[in-house]
Structures are given as C-alpha cells and as structure tokens.
C-alpha cells in the first residue's frame, strides 16, 4: 500500500507530543519523515523531542502522580479496562498502521491489539493485589510493610511491535499508582500517537504521556532526576547506554534485550511438531526481529539430516516475503535499509567463517518488492560456536543450524553466548525435558513449543539479555518500593 493509497482513518491526526492531557508541538520545532520500509517511501512527518520536551511530559507526569497514586486501586483497573475496550475496538487499523510503518505483516499484527487489551485487563485485575505484610516484633510492637508506588516511569519501547509495546507497558505502573512516560522508536512512531489520540485523554491529565524522538529523548528520560525508573525493550548497546545514563542518579532499570536463543532437539523428538516448531520459533514472520527467536537450532546427530531437509523444504513455502499489507503475506520487510545491511553482513560472514548456506541468503527478486527492505529466511548449516552468525545476535532472518552427539558439549555451547533469554526444548520423554530446562541459562524455556508468550508467566532474561520480568506479577512490583512502618505500642 503506498503512502497514497492510505485509507481515511488510519494515520493519526496529531502530528505533536502529547503530554500533561494535550498535545503540543516540539519546543525546538523538530520533524522527521517517517518510513513505509516496504517502498523506501515517506509516509509523513514525526515530531521529534528533545531535552525541553522531555523536562515537560516529566513535569507533567510528576505533577499527576499524588493524585494519581492515591486513586484507589479498584478506580485505576477501570480506567485500564476503559483503554482496553478500546484499544480491542481499533485493533484492525492499528495492525495496518504498524504495518504501515515498521514492515510486519497486517495479518500477524492483527494480534497484536489483542495482546495488548489483555495486558491492560491483567494488570486491572492486579492493582488491589499490591500488599505489604505483618512482621511479629513481640510485645510492644507493631510492625507491616507497604507497597508504594515510585512515581514517573519513562518507558521506551522497539520498533518490531510498537503499538503493543506501548499500550502493553502502560498496563503495570500505572496499576501500580505510577505515573508514565512513554517513547516510541524512531523507526516506527505513527502507532504511538494514535495510541495517545485513542486512550490519553482516557486517564487524568498527565497520568500516561507519549513522546517520539531519538537517543536525545532516550538519553534526556533516562537523566531526568523527576523519572524514578526507565526501561527499556530493545537491543543490547542501547540497554548498557540507558543503564549508564540511568547510574548518574542510581535510577533502577528494567531491560528487556536482544538474544541468540538456542532450540535443542533430542532424538525422540516429534519430528513434525519439530520442524513445525523449528519454523515458528525463528518468527520469520517478523522477518527474524524478534529477541526471542530461536536463531540457534542444535539437532542431534540422528534426525540432523532428515529435520534439516525437511526445514530446507518447507520454509520458503510457508515465509515468502510478501506486500505487508497484503493479508495473504507471512513475511514482511526489515524496517529499514540499516537492517537489510546489518543482515546481508551477517551473510557475509557466515560465508566467511565456514557456514554452509542451505536455503535464503538473497533479496527477493519479485518486482513489487524491488524498492524494499525485504530478504528472504535464510538457514546455514554445519554451524561451529566460535562463528560470529553463533555468537552475535542479528535481529533478522537467519536461522543456523548445528549438529551435536554429547550432551555436556552441547550445553557448553548452548550457554556458551552472552545472551540468556529463551530456549526451547524438544523431546518426549519427561526427564530428558526437565534435566534440559534445568540446564539451559535462559530466563524462559518451552517444552515442545516455540515463541509463544502466556500471560501471567515471566518473560526475562539473564546475562546480557535483560533485568527484570514482565507480563506476570512480578511486572508490577518492578513499579512499587517496599516501605516499612513500626509503630510503638503503649
């Protein structure tokens, strides 16, 4: 669909920040263009925030957070379910906006309103379930703990899910009693003003703000004294720079971050719920940009052959890269030319460094796709740990493939990455499965099942691949302080 061809309704209106309960133009005046990644064509403009734009949306949200904080808890879960309703009621548009704007398919996106709903009815239901506890101090004393909020939150948020991101990430400070700052990737920010036209003046002026802008936004949240905790979804360089910045003032953090996930086949495996599995858990549908794709596939030596073919055969059927808004499409473009280049380096160096390249490895040829972003799912074989395609994350469409015999040299090299976010094991027998979750370090693990999230259960990483949990309880408590009172008796 191109820029011309965008029906009524679909962009957003507002072309401002939209702090404080209203929307205002950039102090400094800023707007960028704005991408359709499967054309290389500009859509329209974005405004660009910087450091007097962020001091205001923070002063905004501070001013908002008494008030706020001691909305009762019952009150704030019906203001969240007010924005899911409708959030559920724009969810086509909003997945062809995204789509519009980052390169994902519309008919994946489609979910991803959904999603977000949910996340704001979950937290909803949560906010009443914020307690302290008693502590017995013996005679004399009466001691508990409470819950507090922390105040202004500044949230920002990746480019492969922006909308969902952004409406999801609302759902647990604002539970919470939190006041919220929310930033849009600058690759795709059109979904987060709508977002602001569809549910900011649903809240109390100042309580949930959206800024778009780059790393002068970024940078500015996360030095502004006033935001109490900043966090991130995002790649890893950008996750140690909001860390770095957030130490000045010893800002907690909550990083969620890139991964080299593993996928580790056992013999007994199911070989076509495998290959199905194998498939569904590199996201080719996102044309690889998601961090908790399984880029890393470890085959036992007795099925390698027959899955790999099987993979070889099936994937460019099933992820052909395709017309984004095209429902028919199960892979979209990259979101920008940056990512194609990143990719077509990481080609390169498979190559390099020994990597046999079994399927993909190329732009498409079709002729409608010409001016894109778009690549096709790749998979290289007789991978080796010390290649970089094993170590780096490349956040785009290549899957590889590694063959193993022993057990304790295959978890060396699973665990021997920086990264630590998910795994997915496959096997049929019980013990195999959880003597393998225990030894995967990862801070999520399927059993026989691949990318699929569930709400209530933490998502998270270790080592370089985040701090924190997110869509579970935990989520929120990550907003809330632990007070304590003790009151002297008699």
Not at 72 to 88: D, I, N, Q, S, T
Request: glycine share 10%; proline share 6%; net charge negative.
């Amino acid at each position: 669909m191109r820029a011309h061809e965008i029906p009524a309704g679909i962009l957003p209106t507002q072309r401002g920040l939209y702090y404080g309960g209203a929307w205002h133009a950039p102090k400094a005046g800023g707007y960028a263009e704005t991408f359709n990644p499967t054309y290389n064509e500009a859509i329209t403009s974005a405004p660009i925030a910087d450091a007097a734009d962020v001091d205001a949306a923070v002063q905004a949200a501070h001013a908002a957070f008494p008030a706020w904080a001691a909305t009762p808890p019952v009150e704030r879960g019906r203001y969240l379910r007010k924005a899911a309703a409708v959030l559920r009621e724009h969810a086509v548009p909003l997945a062809l906006l995204d789509s519009l704007n980052n390169g994902n398919p519309v008919s994946a996106l489609a979910m991803d309103a959904g999603f977000a709903a949910d996340c704001l009815d979950y937290f909803a239901g949560l906010a009443t379930e914020i307690k302290g506890e008693t502590i017995p101090m013996g005679d004399g004393n009466f001691n508990y703990t409470l819950q507090e909020p922390l105040g202004v939150i500044a949230r920002i948020v990746a480019y492969n899910h922006p909308f969902m991101f952004a409406a999801a990430r609302l759902a647990a400070p604002l539970a919470a009693g939190n006041t919220v700052v929310v930033k849009s990737p600058d690759q795709a920010p059109l979904s987060i003003l709508r977002l602001a036209e569809l549910v900011g003046d649903i809240f109390p002026p100042g309580v949930a703000n959206f800024l778009c802008g780059g790393r002068e936004c970024g940078d500015a949240m996360g030095k502004h004294p006033l935001v109490r905790k900043i966090t991130l979804i995002g790649g890893v360089p950008t996750g140690k720079a909001v860390m770095k910045t957030a130490s000045d003032n010893l800002k907690p953090v909550l990083l969620e971050l890139g991964g080299k996930n593993a996928l580790i086949a056992y013999p007994d495996a199911d070989l076509d719920k495998l290959v199905n599995g194998i498939i569904g858990g590199m996201n080719f549908t996102w044309s690889g940009q998601s961090c908790g794709s399984t880029s890393r596939v470890f085959l036992h030596e007795s099925i390698h052959d027959q899955v790999l073919e099987k993979v070889v055969k099936l994937l460019p059927e099933r992820h052909k890269p395709g017309i984004p808004t095209d429902p028919r499409t199960t892979m979209g473009s990259l979101v920008s030319r940056a990512q194609l280049e990143k990719v077509q380096s990481y080609v390169a160096k498979g190559l390099e460094d020994g990597g046999r390249l079994v399927c993909g490895g190329k732009q498409p040829t079709d002729e409608a796709l010409k001016d894109g972003f778009f690549y096709e799912a790749t998979v290289f074989a007789d991978m080796k740990p010390h290649m970089r395609l094993a170590q780096e994350e490349v956040f785009g469409p290549i899957m590889s493939v590694f063959k193993w015999t022993d057990e304790d040299s295959l978890f060396e090299q699973v665990n021997g990455v920086d990264f630590g976010l998910t795994g997915s094991i496959w096997t049929q027998n019980i013990n195999t499965a959880h003597r393998a979750a225990k030894r995967i370090h990862t801070g999520y693990v399927w059993i026989n099942n691949s990318s699929q999230h569930f709400m209530g259960a933490p998502f998270g990483g270790v080592k370089q691949s985040g701090i924190g949990r997110e869509e579970c309880f935990a989520e929120l408590m990550e907003f809330t302080y632990t007070k304590n009172v003790n009151l002297k008796l008699g």
